[in-house]
Each structure stands twice: as C-alpha cells, then as structure tokens.
C-alpha cells in the first residue's frame, strides 16, 4: 500500500472529522477531494494516521502507520524505509524508553475521541514538534507535526541567558533593580535585599510606592525615572535610596524596552574621602596664606635688618658724639652757680640723655635681631652679671626691684654679653609694663640637674589670651612707645646659646619670663 492509498481511502473520514458541521469529503465533487488530497500532501506540516493496537485486555500496545505525508517522513527522519503498517516501536525503538508516553498520549485521543494540543520532543529525530492530535474515528487518531526545534533552543539559550543575568545581577555586590513601564519591580538583586532590608517577594511584582513609601524622596524618584523612560535617555543621581542606611549612593538609571533599571553603587567611602580631601585643601590653602604672610614678614624683617646694618653705623656715631658732649656739659654745668636756669638746664641735658639711650637701645635690637648670633661662650658669675644689668638700669621709684640666685650657684658657660642683653630687655619689659602702677620686679636664678632656670617676673597687668601666641613675634608689641623688637631679641638670643623661653601670667597679677639654659 502506497503512502497516499491510505489517504485516498480514508479522505472523507478525515474530511468528517475535522468539520462536523460541514459536507464530506465524498459529497463534494472529486476535484475538491483530489485539491485536499493534494494539501496534505505538499503541506510543510506533517501529517500522520494512525490505528491504534490493542492486546487481550483492551490496553493500546502500540500504533499503527496507516498514512503520512512527505513532511512527516522528513521530520521524524525515515525518507526510505517503508512507514505504512509498521508499528511504530519497530521504526522508532527509543520510544518505548521515552520520559513522555507517546503511545498513551495518541490513544487516549483514539479511544476517548478527545482532540490534543502539545509540545514535545521526538526522541527518534530529536526535534522538538508542536503536535495537534484528534480522533477521526474510534481506534485511530491523526495528528500534525510542526517543528519548533529552532524555537525551543531560542527559548532554551534564553531562559539559560536569564539565568546567567540573574546569577550576574545577583553576585553583584551593589543594588540593582529593573521596574516596568507601571513602575512595579521586575527584578530585585541580593543587594538590594542587604542595603533596603526587602526581600525579593515583598519587591517583586509591586508598585514602587508601595515598596518604598509616597513621601517627598521617593516622589522626586519616580519624577526621575518617568523622565528617563520618556526621553530614553540614561541618567546619574547621587542620592539614598529610599529605605536604605545613611549611606550615599551613584544611582544610575538606564531605560530598557519596557521600563528601566537601576544601578546604584556604594560611594560612601569616596564620598568622605572626598570630603577629607576638601577640608585638606581648605587646611593646605590656609597653611599657603599663613606661610605666605610669614614669607611677607620674613621679607620685611629682612629689608628692616638690612637697612638696620646700613644705617647702624652712621646713627651710632653722631649719638657717641651727642652722649661726649652731654657728659662734658654735665661736667660744665657743676661749676655754674646755684639757680632756677641750672635746675632747668639739668633737667633738660638728663632728658636728651635718656632719649639717647633709648635710640642706642632700638638701634642695637635692630641689628641683633637682623645679624647672624655667633656667641663667644666662657665662664661667668652670674650673681655679678644681675648686679651689673640691674646697676645700669633706671628704675623708677614706685618700683621695687629684688633679685635672688642660689648660694652654691656654679659658673656659668655662656655669652655673658648674651645674658647682659636678655636681663637687660627683660628687665626693662617689667618697668614697663608697671610704669602706671606701683609693682615688683624679682630676679630669680637656680640650677636643676643640667640646666639654669632665670626668671624674671612683674606684678603688672598680665598678658592677654588673645595676644599670648604673638609676644615673641617681631614688630608686635601692646606699648605706645616701642618697636616690637625686645622680647623677639631675647627669644633669638636664647636659642643662640642653646636654650628656650617661655613665660606664665595671670591677669591682674603680673608675669613671669622663664628662660632656661644649660649649664655647660
């Protein structure tokens, strides 16, 4: 029996079976019957019929071939052997160990007459056919095979491609979530579920609202992304995310087919580095202005000094000559007589005579301060080294002067020129300071195990906390008549001979100068 005998003498079963309603096949003209003849024929689909077998006890066994067409040979792989009333586990053996029953499938829609739709896979060819199956008439079924084995591995590559993403999306250490064009997640990262403390179930499926709350964060939000899905344009925001930790986050939202996805990394820790780094530049920006206006300082002190040694010379010598004559015209003076002019008159020569010693005394700051300091270090008594500073000095009568040095004091080895000139401005920085007040000057000098502690001290009004960290500083001073150069002498004369300064004061009760030296 050929491939179309079959067919030719079942057609108006077959014709039946498909269109109750309708004529038969056998009613309609032989033309129409040889054009139907002629579709299942050629058709792409493939066509087989089949009788159903059955043993003793009425259980289907296996099927018959009764007819096929050429498409069906060639899907299921046979193109020449003989398929008619061959059994179909002598031409395909593997079905009898398929997973899914074929022979129980086809035979309940022989014996039930029940039409069937399904995929499945042919393990004979290996493809995968889309199968529509119905019952012509009791004991035989036919069925049509498309094949979709393209289709299935597209959907198989896919599913394995939406595996792969979710795996990759979810090693991912930061946020990521994709929302449709409503808003409701589609998908929710582990990450997401670590930094918004929301499960991927509570997530998905849900509107963005009711994820994360309606207030004015995630409004803007939503604003956000209905801006990136209507102009398709990706964008970058650096915010939190709604119901995350205080941490600060690059949001990146990039729009897909049907909505967006969001990307959101972890810049915490940029962030207060970066933050660091805008203090340290502001911190660095000062240090530049401070070290420049000491540079400007430097500058000028500098210019100063140079103008200092320039002019020392010629200033010094006319004040020689003005203290000479001063000294004779006292010495003339003694031998006038007694009167009013006298007194005048000596009253003006000790004037002059003060103010000269107060120009030698800014002239030599000056230079001290402006010249390199190379001390010329030996041996001296420094209780004879107080008496002498304290002799030449012109104390005032509302102050008492006192000083005090330990009685198995030691040589001292220094400058003693050094030392003359530290008491000396120290000294005269007390008086001064209690110039308007009566008050106390104390000199006091001891040794500790390797160094010599001088400390001078006033009871005058004290040094304010405004202007402590500037005392030492050239061309700082509180005094209305004064240059700024005493103390920032004395400072730089210490250190020249290996020692420091400090000092201590309470408002209202005066200061105390503390230089300490070594004893060698």
Aim: glycine share 6%; net charge neutral; with cysteine.
């Amino acid at each position: 029996m050929t491939d179309s005998s079959m067919f030719t003498q079942k057609g108006d079963e077959l014709s039946r079976a498909n269109s109750i309603d309708s004529p038969t096949i056998s009613e309609q003209p032989l033309s129409n019957q040889n054009l139907y003849h002629d579709l299942f024929l050629h058709m792409n689909d493939g066509f087989a019929y089949c009788k159903v077998e059955r043993d003793d006890d009425g259980k289907p066994v296996d099927y018959v071939f009764q007819d096929v067409n050429k498409a069906y040979r060639r899907l299921i792989g046979i193109h020449d052997k003989p398929i008619i009333g061959r059994k179909a586990t002598e031409l395909m053996p593997s079905l009898k160990q398929d997973f899914f029953d074929w022979l129980k499938t086809c035979s309940t829609v022989a014996l039930t007459g029940r039409s069937l739709t399904f995929e499945q896979r042919c393990p004979t060819s290996d493809k995968w056919f889309s199968v529509n199956a119905y019952c012509p008439e009791k004991g035989y079924f036919a069925m049509t095979a498309k094949d979709i084995t393209g289709r299935k591995k597209t959907e198989q590559a896919l599913r394995q491609s939406e595996k792969q993403y979710k795996k990759l999306a979810n090693s991912i250490a930061d946020p990521f979530f994709a929302l449709d064009s409503c808003l409701k997640f589609n998908y929710w990262n582990k990450a997401s579920e670590k930094f918004t403390g929301i499960n991927a179930e509570n997530a998905l499926g849900k509107h963005f609202f009711e994820v994360f709350g309606k207030d004015k964060a995630t409004r803007k939000a939503v604003r956000i992304y209905q801006n990136v899905m209507r102009t398709k344009k990706p964008r970058t925001v650096i915010d939190k995310l709604p119901k995350g930790a205080e941490s600060i986050f690059e949001i990146q939202i990039y729009p897909t087919e049907n909505g967006i996805s969001v990307f959101a990394k972890d810049i915490t820790e940029r962030k207060k580095l970066q933050g660091s780094l805008e203090e340290y530049t502001k911190r660095l920006e000062e240090l530049v202005r401070v070290r420049s206006e000491k540079l400007k300082s430097v500058e000028r002190l500098a210019a100063i000094g140079e103008t200092a040694g320039m002019i020392g010379h010629d200033i010094r010598n006319p004040l020689q000559s003005i203290i000479g004559e001063l000294y004779l015209a006292k010495d003339e003076l003694k031998e006038l007589p007694e009167g009013e002019a006298k007194q005048n008159l000596m009253e003006s020569i000790n004037s002059i005579e003060e103010q000269t010693v107060y120009i030698n005394k800014i002239v030599t700051d000056l230079q001290d301060y402006a010249k390199p300091l190379t001390p010329a270090i030996q041996e001296i008594d420094l209780e004879e080294t107080i008496q002498a500073v304290i002799s030449a000095l012109d104390i005032p009568d509302n102050i008492e002067l006192s000083y005090a040095v330990e009685k198995t004091f030691p040589m001292l080895k220094t400058d003693p020129s050094f030392m003359k000139r530290i008491l000396t401005n120290l000294a005269l920085n007390g008086v001064q300071a209690m110039q308007e007040r009566d008050g106390q000057l104390t000199i006091n000098a001891f040794r500790r195990e390797k160094s010599t502690i001088i400390a001078v001290s006033d009871t005058g009004p004290g040094i304010p906390d405004a202007i402590k960290e500037k005392i030492f500083k050239p061309l700082f001073t509180t005094k209305s008549k004064g240059q700024g150069f005493g103390l920032a002498v004395v400072k730089k004369l210490a250190e020249a001979l290996g020692g420091n300064i400090g000092f201590e004061t309470k408002l209202g009760r005066g200061t105390t100068f503390i230089i300490e030296l070594p004893l060698s």
